[in-house]
């Protein structure tokens, strides 16, 4: 990516998709240029905490909401210590930003972090494009990097493709740290952080957790150097098909209680000896329904995959270690939302309990958490 900043406001912009299909509109954020995968989020609020998930590394966000930026940026809300997405499409940006805790303009976030955006185009069509065609590779220019159609296009079509990309290692930490129990100390949990949102270590934390965040390149031994009751495996971004299942083969050998989502809850199913697949367009926003199946419970939920599980819905599995079975459901689209076994204390969920931002009916799932490491500990 090449950035100026220089004329943001006015610089006409174009955005090109690898099929052709291009939109122009003007500059939003830094001018330049920029390539990824062209994805849309539903969320309709929530886009500070949407542009800090590492999970969304190396993707051009498609908000389908027509107007953002009116409550502008704050210093509290950020989920990492930086914006992630490659590349920012909105139709309407805020001019004025109006919230008693924004410190300055969304654009402003934007330039100041070198984040190549669009705004003034169709954000309604580009997404029914992408809902028929799927995510596809993109790429927004403005300023001096504007050229003919066909040498924006040919760049495109060079930039390399979602499917088989190894990305956790370039958004997790490269030192652990440890996020304190809030109250009394209850239990510890190592959290391999393969993209972590900084408000999931926080939700357990509420639990009486201390959390031990780790690398995406932790050794089994790294794990339980800090002796765990339970381990958590994180978000974040990429093809679960590069990853290496050797950290959680060993928990799930040793039987520790453990608890993964959304990109955790691919690794799982892949050790379990579940295919991983990627998805036509993915499910991202805050606003998805799913179904527990283990109560009947339907929930409002945050998502942001490209890739789900490949498990059967409707019967139980054996797997290298014990029964296994799906426990969530999408009801859009009949998508595997979560796995549980039954012969010991593991489960995951493809979407974000976390919150952040979305909706709370999720929050349970800590402390279905917190309940297995109580029954292994009694």
């Known amino acids: ?70 409550t502008g940026v704050n210093d509290e809300d950020d989920e990492s210590k930086q914006i992630w997405v490659a590349g920012y499409v909105v ?13 300055r303009s969304l654009d402003e976030q934007l330039t100041a972090q070198g984040i190549v955006g669009i705004s003034g185009i169709d954000t309604r069509a ?11 590779r993109v790429g927004i220019f403005s300023g001096e990097a504007l050229a003919d159609n066909a040498t924006l296009l040919a760049r495109v079509q060079q930039a390399p493709e979602m499917k088989g990309a190894d990305l956790s290692s370039e958004v997790a930490t490269t030192e652990a740290y440890v996020v304190p129990a809030i109250g009394e100390k209850k239990f510890t949990v190592a959290a391999l952080d393969l993209g972590i949102k900084g408000m999931t270590p926080h939700r357990m934390a509420e639990r009486g957790i201390e959390v031990h965040v780790l690398p995406a390149t932790a ?63 993915g499910h991202r926003g805050i606003n998805q329904p799913v179904q527990d199946r283990t109560t009947g419970k339907v929930e409002v939920t945050a998502h942001n995959h490209g890739f789900a599980v490949e498990a059967p819905l409707d019967k139980v599995s054996d797997t290298p270690y014990g029964r296994a079975e799906v426990s969530h459901v999408c009801l859009n689209d009949n998508v595997v939302e979560g796995l549980q076994l039954l012969d010991q204390p593991a489960f995951s969920v493809q979407y974000h309990p976390e919150a952040a931002a979305g909706p709370h009916d999720a929050a349970y799932l800590f402390d279905r958490f917190v309940s297995l490491m109580e029954a292994e500990r009694a």
Request: hydrophobic share 35%; charged share 20%.
């Open 126 to 136: 580009l997404t029914r494009h992408l809902r028929e065609r799927g995510a596809m």
């Open 91 to 103: 139709r309407d940006p805020a001019r004025i930003p109006s919230n008693w805790r924004s410190r």
């Open 219 to 281: 050794t089994a031994d790294d794990v339980y150097a800090v002796d765990p009751d339970g381990v958590f495996l994180s978000n974040g971004p990429g093809d679960p098909a590069t990853a290496d299942l050797t950290v959680i083969k060993a928990v799930l050998e040793r039987r520790t209680p453990l608890f993964g989502i959304c990109f955790g809850n691919q690794l799982l199913g892949r050790a379990l000896g579940f295919g991983t697949y990627k998805l036509k367009y």
């Open 1 to 70: 990516m090449t950035t100026s900043t220089r004329g943001a406001a006015k610089a006409p912009a174009v955005l090109v998709l690898e099929d052709g299909r291009t939109f122009r509109g003007r500059a939003y954020g830094a001018v330049g240029e920029t390539f990824g995968e062209a994805v849309f989020n539903t969320g309709m609020t929530g886009y500070q905490e949407t542009l800090t998930d590492p999970s969304y590394h190396r993707q051009v966000v498609v908000m389908t909401a027509p107007h953002v930026g009116n």
